[in-house]
């Protein structure tokens, strides 16, 4: 069956970069967009980044827009997060997840996905 499966979390000091990737097990339909989310101990799920089918539209929160790029590579069914300077607040459990036209807007809301990864940790400690 489909499926999202994260890769590349890991600890990591302050001001130093990660790349995540979500690959997708199987080609998924064009209108399938990507979104990338974090969730953190005590804190509500927060939407990070996402992409569309194209690569052409992307968005990314305000607190990592300066730092975070989204991109895609349709060869392998996979999309990447490049995390960089990052920052003891970036420390989560960072999830993918598909959904149909999902980045369309400004915001980046978990409703509107419905394909999720089961999650890989990023610590960023001194």
Not at 38 to 63: D, L, Y
Not at 71 to 95: C, G
Not at 97 to 120: P, R
Request: hydrophobic fraction near 30%; aromatic fraction near 8%.
């Amino acid at each position: 069956q489909f499926e999202l499966v994260e890769s590349g979390g890991g600890l990591v000091q302050p001001g130093g970069s990660l790349r995540l990737s979500c690959k997708a097990s199987q080609t998924m339909p064009d209108y399938y967009h990507i979104g990338w989310f974090r969730q953190a101990p005590g804190k509500v799920r927060e939407g990070v980044a996402c992409i569309s089918s194209s690569g052409s539209t992307t968005n990314r929160a305000p607190s990592v827009v300066d730092r975070f790029t989204i991109t895609k590579d349709d060869a392998s069914n996979t999309v990447y997060l490049q995390m960089d300077r990052l920052k003891p607040d970036d420390t989560a459990v960072y999830s993918c997840a598909s959904g149909i036209t999902a980045c369309v807007g400004t915001k980046i809301n978990s409703e509107d996905y419905s394909y999720w990864g089961q999650g890989t940790q990023v610590t960023v400690s001194s």
